[in-house]
């Protein structure tokens, strides 16, 4: 599974969130025109790509692998 893959989305995961914290993410979902849940999705794999969890593979699909360097050297 690739980490855009939707077709391969069968795991359920319920978070709490703050009413500010919802409503950012519903409006960085409106401004990109997609749902929340891939706002909150794509935040995980960054997160996850940050902490070294995904593979190289992986963090380049997401496009996080050149900031994750540049953060790492600065």
């Known amino acids: 599974m690739t980490v855009n893959d939707k077709s391969a989305l069968d795991e359920i995961l319920s978070v709490?969130?703050?009413k500010r914290i919802?409503?950012?993410?519903k409006q960085v979902a409106q401004a990109r025109?997609?749902?929340e849940s891939d706002v909150v999705r794509q935040a995980v794999?960054?997160?996850?790509a940050r902490?070294?969890?995904l593979t190289d593979n992986?963090?380049?699909?997401?496009g996080v692998?050149?900031?994750?360097?540049?953060?790492?050297?600065?």
Request: glycine share 6%; charged share 40%; net charge negative.
């Open 58 to 62: 992986e963090k380049k699909a997401l």
């Open 65 to 74: 692998i050149d900031f994750i360097k540049t953060e790492r050297e600065g």
């Open 33 to 35: 025109g997609t749902d």
């Open 51 to 53: 902490l070294s969890f």
């Open 16 to 18: 709490r969130f703050s």
């Open 22 to 25: 919802r409503d950012l993410v």
């Open 45 to 48: 794999h960054q997160e996850l």
